[in-house]
Structure formats: C-alpha cells, structure tokens
C-alpha cells in the first residue's frame, strides 16, 4: 500500500495555483551586490512537499531536477550554495538537525569555548535571510526513517505560512507577508548564527546588530526565528520503509506529496542493461517480476511498495557494454526479492521449490553457477510466457 494522499491545506493549494501563475516569469538576478536593491521586486512561493514512491523510481532524482530549475530561474550559477541536504535516521535527532553546543579547542592551546554548531536547518535558514533576493531549499532525503516530528521539534509550527487571505502580520516593526512562517520560534542559537557575519574565520566571530530581509524585515537579537518565502522544503520518502518511523497528519498536512511512478523508457540505457551472459535486459526482468509481485497469489504484503525501481540496481560498462554483474544482481536483486518481498519463498509461486534451493545461499549459488538464461530457469517457476517476457528483444 502506497503514502495515503494527505488532504491538502489551504496553504499547499494556495501554492500551487499561485505557481502555476509565475512558472514562466523570470526575475532577473545580476550578482549579490544587487540584491539590496531588487529584493523587494522578486516574489516567492515557497514548497513544502515529499516525493514518495518504490525503491529506485528516481526520487532524489526528481528533486534535483525541480531545484536546478528552479534555481536556473533565477539566474543562480552556485547551485550548491542554495540547497542544503540531510538523511533523517534513527540516531537523528534535533540537536543535529537544528544545532547544538559544541567546546571548540582555541589553538595554540588558547583553552576551550562553547559555541554553536549550526545544523542544516540554521545553516540553510542564514542564508536565505542573508540573500533574500534567491531561493533556497533545504533537502530531506527519507523522512521516514527518523522521528521526523522529534527532529524538527519546535520548528514544527514554523511549517505553517502566511497565505494571502491572512493578510500581512505586524510583530515588533517587522510585516511578515505571504510566505513567511505564520508563527516565529525564539531560539538564540540560531538567532545569533543568522546575524553572525562570517562563518569563514572560526577565530574571528563577530554579530550584525540587524539583518535586514527587504524593507519590512529587520532581524535583531530578539527577533524570533521563521522561514522566510524564499526558502523551501523538499523531502524524499521510501515508501517500502513506511513502518520505520509513522509520520503523524499533523506533520503529513504540512507538505504536499507528490508519487514518483515507476516507470523506465524503453528506449533508454538503463532499460537495456544487460544482466551478465543471461540475455536478459534489466528492463524486461523488472517488468516480469513486477507483475510477479502484484499478483494476488502472490499474497505480498503492500505489493506496489515491494515493486523493483527503474534505477534499483544500475551496471558497468564492460567492454563498452553496459552489464550487471552476476554477483551484484545476485547480492542486491535476488537478496532483496528472497529476504523482503517473498519472504524466503513462503508462497513458493515464484522461486524453484526443491531440494537445491531452499536458502538465499543455494538460489545465490544456483544462479551465479550457471551460464545463460539457464541462470534464471535455475532459480525461478517459469512457463514458456515468462520465457518470452524476459528474453523479448529490445529495439536498440
């Protein structure tokens, strides 16, 4: 079973219709220096969204993709600059996601400090104030797999943005219009990290007194952290881990989502990958074990999350051939259908059942021993269909 579609908020289908207003607009950035003066004429509407679909359909793909457009709009030639990138895990928490206190051993034995490591949220956070003329995103790659709503903590309800309807809100000589975080958080660590002026010299550390974000904005020491317009999220989520961390609908409510199918071009090279000496191509094996895993015989839990991706395995080039080494689609493939989507072969409706295949050792063995698409009758039930589906030939 694929991410449930969330409801949208008003804020995520305000978004949308107002991007697709000023997709073919394009605001004309020169260089920093004229940022002070052409801030004010550049509009942004920020995203909150997570990518999801199976194993290797293109996920990050598909987010890099949309942020170097989005960047090229604007004229941005450092595109790695305006993108901060993480992976919640596990062991992720918000002091790394945020930032923390760390001591900093001065050199020369200067004795030691305390100071703020900034995490990729107040790194990604500092620069799009310090330039707010150009668009900024901070990446999450599999959300999932962390406590997402622990890691973000109480930059939780900065996930909220004013919509044109609100109206503009006035706070301590500040106007914070559409797009801005509808309520700010006070934390002085990242405070003090957006007003810091350089972060190039760790011996010198010195602090704005004001940061200026336009001609409504003026960020002091007070002044409580939000998410500017120009600065988006974008996340990545593996929906065959969906049970590693559940993300609750007040969190999922926040972002859009957006499924990434699983489709690969016939015409492409990964589609004609060959596995090894077996004369079958990557594109036509994953076809033929996708309808595998759908089948309702099959009995697979959550069958379309269980589904090959295009880009699950990719070859070499070997002899200027592009090739799947035996041993790699052995390890990663066949491990991966044995251990996780056949479950050892209970069903026993796609794995050879015999007395010479009854671990993930003897199909490893059964399949990297024999030559040709005997490889594959070794291991796998086939009728003389599946014969054909895996040995159809491919238009080069």
């Known amino acids: 079973m694929s991410l449930p579609q969330t409801e949208w908020t008003d804020w995520a289908d305000w978004e949308l219709k107002e991007r697709e207003k000023i997709q073919n607009e394009t605001p004309i950035i020169s260089s920093e220096k004229d940022n002070q003066e052409k801030e004010n004429n550049v509009s942004f509407t920020p995203t909150q969204i997570i990518y999801y679909g199976v194993p290797g359909c293109g996920k990050s793909y598909e987010v890099n993709k949309v942020i170097n457009v989005e960047l090229d709009k604007y004229g941005v030639t450092d595109k790695e600059y305006h993108k901060v990138r993480c992976v919640f895990h596990p062991e992720y ?17 200067g004795g030691v400090e305390y100071r703020f490591k900034p995490g990729p949220f107040a790194e990604i956070v500092r620069r799009a104030y310090r330039n707010p003329a150009e668009p900024f995103f901070l990446v999450i790659e599999e959300i999932n797999r962390g406590n997402a709503a622990a890691i973000f903590g109480e930059m939780f309800q900065l996930l909220d943005r004013i919509r044109p309807e609100d109206g503009p809100e006035e ?53 409580a952290v939000r998410l500017p317009p120009n600065l988006s999220i974008y996340a990545t989520m593996n929906t065959n881990d969906q049970n590693v961390f559940t993300m609750d609908n007040a969190f999922q409510r926040r972002f859009k989502s957006k499924m990434i199918r699983n489709v ?62 035996k041993e790699d689609f052995a390890e990663k493939v ?45 291991i796998f039930k086939m009728n003389d269909v599946d014969k054909a589906k895996l040995q159809k030939q491919v238009n080069t």
């Open 93 to 109: 928490c918000n002091a790394d996601f945020v930032g923390q206190i760390y001591p900093y051993v001065k050199p020369d034995n």
């Open 264 to 325: 690969l071009d016939e015409n492409s090279a990964q589609y004609k990958t060959e596995i090894d000496d077996t004369g079958v191509c990557w594109g036509n094996f994953r076809e033929w074990i996708n309808e595998k895993i759908l089948l309702p015989q099959t009995a697979v839990l959550k069958a379309d999350d269980k589904c090959l991706g295009g880009w699950f395995i990719t070859g070499e080039k070997i002899n200027g051939v592009d090739k799947i080494k």
């Open 171 to 223: 706070l301590s000589g500040n106007i914070y219009n559409t797009g801005w975080s509808s309520y700010g958080v006070t934390n002085i660590d990242v405070n003090a990290y957006v007003r810091q002026k350089s972060t190039d010299n760790p011996e010198k550390i010195e602090y704005d007194d004001s940061i200026p974000y336009g001609d409504k904005i003026k960020f002091i020491n007070n002044t």
């Open 334 to 378: 066949l491990k991966y259908l044995w251990d996780d989507v056949f479950k050892r072969n209970k069903s026993g409706e796609i794995f050879v059942k015999d007395d010479k295949v009854n671990s993930l050792s003897d199909l490893i063995d059964a399949f990297e021993t024999s030559v040709g698409f005997e490889s594959f009758e070794k």
